[in-house]
């Protein structure tokens, strides 16, 4: 991974790399076959996981191969000039072991909030600390205080030269391994909004008595990472280690959290990939009573389905990777909806996917080295870390008010929409100094979702096979124009927002992922059926696949909202069975050519299946 090749294979240009994950091939060829023996092989994440074992050989491995340089903006000199790269990029670890992924991942999620609050002198000299391989921990959360940072008791008292920092960091990734630690303290007594700023800590110029590293906790999931934390005893910092201006720590970790929450997504897509991929094997070859698993239809149901799921949820994550570039202001809905979605819906796929293996989803030596179970217990943690479930529901029902007044949005830039939309479509650079806390305009995401689905029933009047995915579109249009109704009518309630609230929340993001679906179908259909995933695209059998999903999330979120649901005529079933059934011969296809479980094409190390 050559810094000429990283750049040129970053700038989403057809003419460059086609529609394919030509990054995500490379990582994946030079990590090797997971089915062997090497550092980030499945055998070698289990046995680490059974010791509770940091991953030191694997991160070496990632390390040798320059990845960390994608932890670095290239204006600093490091690698990324996109972070869909980034997506590429954690996808691919994640898919082999979620433990590898979020250890060494740790590192940018440290020091984003550096490159957010755009101090270009503390930006340089992190970015040559971590080009030289230093990991970087994120110093936000404390014991008693959990995810209230405003409540935090670590304190940096100012004096001559720069700071004195007292107090706990708990659950802290890399808190002991790491080298630096991006802190939040308190630098005003009373604290609040502006009492507060970040702190860049370098371990290695601390006195040794002002800081003592905190035991491992020990984890259900990622057992091997290093979770533990940090306590100051009047450490000096001096004024060069300030992130940005006093008491904007609070606005910074926020604005940068924007990022790492829509980025995390990959963890998900990661583990989906991996779970999937274990369930069809299984499925394959187990025979009992002279029949595969495979044939059984209500396997084969949940086999399809959960795909459908997956790619809905690729869509997602595709556009808020892009989001972080086109539409920085508006990423405070953005990085809430994908922080919630795809780790819950990924959470979803895996408990389904349970069913289809059975016990062997609970052996830990038996089956493919207890791969799934560990993937299972491994991802719990996606949904927790960077702003749970709870905090990024909330998050949107906090901009109920600008988000139903400015819906759908009238007009949108169609520069903008192509950049958000289009896998091919060069991206402006980040743009730190335009996110916003608030979305003060609405979604222009969702907002083109009534326009596009009026534009794929036009296609559906000279193309009739695609009929039935304009149908689920002009529902789910439908079904967001009441859904933003409601919002306008929600009042909040004291000490927060009612239940309803949260219902709604969680219907919102379903419609943002049916808009992102459309989107990326109509402004990557035309090259995507010259890709060797053509036959996802043909008859747009992915995106009636993935709205049909949506339709039903939706009603589960938030009944009735839909309509009323008559019952079903057996045509529908039947229609909704070959559907799925055709969905299950692309998912056949790419796990027999040894290709990622994608709406493009993308090799594995492993290959086709022996």
């Known amino acids: 991974m050559t810094a000429t090749t990283e750049r040129a294979g970053s700038r989403h240009r057809a003419e460059d790399a086609g529609l394919r994950w030509e ?32 991953p030191a050989a694997a991160c070496e491995l990632l390390g040798a191969l320059g990845v960390h340089h994608y932890y670095i903006p290239a204006e600093y000199g490091g690698a990324l000039t996109g972070f869909p790269q980034l997506l590429e990029i ?122 003592r590293t905190l035991p491992k906790v020990h984890t259900l999931g990622i057992r091997g990472a290093d979770i533990s934390g940090i306590a100051f005893d009047r450490a000096p910092v001096d004024a060069g280690g300030l992130v940005g201006r006093e008491g904007e720590g609070p606005e910074t970790v926020l604005k940068a959290l924007q990022i790492t929450r829509s980025l995390c997504t990959a963890l998900s897509l990661g583990a989906a990939d991996h779970g999937l991929r274990v369930a069809y094997q299984f499925a394959a070859e187990r025979e009992l009573y002279g029949r595969k698993l495979l044939d059984l239809p209500a396997a084969r149901r949940t086999l399809a389905e959960t795909y459908a799921d997956l790619l809905a949820m ?54 493919e080295h207890g791969r799934f179970q560990k993937l299972e217990r491994d991802h719990r943690i996606v949904g927790i870390f960077d702003g749970n479930t709870m905090v990024n529901l909330y998050a949107l029902t906090a901009q109920f008010r600008s988000l139903g007044r400015f819906h759908p949005v009238h007009a949108p830039d169609p520069e903008t929409l192509a950049a958000t939309f289009c896998h091919t479509h060069e991206l402006p650079g980040l743009r730190p100094g335009q996110l916003s806390l608030l979305a003060r305009r609405g979604s222009t995401v969702l907002g083109s979702l009534p326009n596009n689905a009026e534009v794929l029933g036009a296609q559906a009047s000279r193309e009739p096979e695609l009929a039935r995915a304009a149908a689920f579109a002009r529902t ?100 909704l069975e070959s559907l799925f059934e055709r969905l299950l011969a692309r998912l056949t296809e790419q796990y027999e050519a040894g290709e990622l479980f994608s709406l493009l094409p993308g090799r594995i190390a492993e290959g086709p299946p022996c």
């Not at 994946?28 to 996981?49: I, K, M, V």
């Not at 809430?336 to 830990?364: H, Q, S």
């Not at 053509?534 to 949506?550: F, K, P, Q, S, Y």
């Open 314 to 367: 690729e869509a997602l994550s595709t556009v808020a990777a892009r989001s972080i570039h086109t539409l920085p202001g508006e990423l405070s809905v953005t990085s809430a909806v994908a922080k919630y979605l795809v780790p819950t819906v990924a959470d979803d796929i895996l408990n389904r996917l349970r069913g289809v293996l059975g016990a062997r989803a609970f052996l830990r030596d038996y089956y």
């Open 90 to 211: 954690v996808r691919t670890i994640a898919r082999r072991d979620l433990t590898t992924a979020i250890g060494h991942g740790k590192t940018f999620l440290g020091a984003v909030c550096v490159w957010v609050a755009q101090d270009f002198a503390g930006a340089e000299r992190l970015a040559s600390l971590v080009a030289a391989g230093e990991p970087v921990s994120l110093g936000l959360t404390e014991r008693t205080h959990g995810s209230d940072l405003m409540a935090g008791e670590v304190v940096a008292e100012r004096t001559r030269g720069g700071y004195v920092i007292s107090g706990e960091k708990w659950l802290i990734n890399n808190a002991t391994r790491g080298r630096l630690v991006c802190l939040l303290a308190r630098t005003a007594a009373q604290g609040g909004p502006r009492g507060f700023s970040l702190l860049l800590v370098d371990k290695n110029e601390l006195p040794e008595d002002t800081y």
């Open 476 to 575: 789910l249009a439908v079904a967001a124009d009441q859904l933003h109704t409601r919002m306008r009518a929600a009042r909040p309630v004291p000490g927060g927002a009612p239940v309803e609230s949260f219902d709604l929340a969680r219907g919102y993001s379903v419609c943002f992922a049916a808009a992102c679906c459309l989107g990326v179908w109509r402004h990557n259909r035309r090259l995507a059926q010259q890709t060797g995933t053509a036959g996802h695209w043909t008859a747009g059998l992915w995106l009636e696949a993935c709205l049909a999903r949506l339709v039903e999330r939706l009603e589960q979120a938030v009944p009735g909202l839909t309509g009323p649901q008559p019952r079903r005529p057996a045509a529908y079933d039947s229609e």
């Open 23 to 54: 990054l995500a091939e490379q990582l994946d060829e030079r990590l090797g076959d997971p089915n062997g023996a090497g550092p980030l092989s499945y055998a070698r994440a289990a046995s680490e996981d059974a010791a509770e074992e940091f």
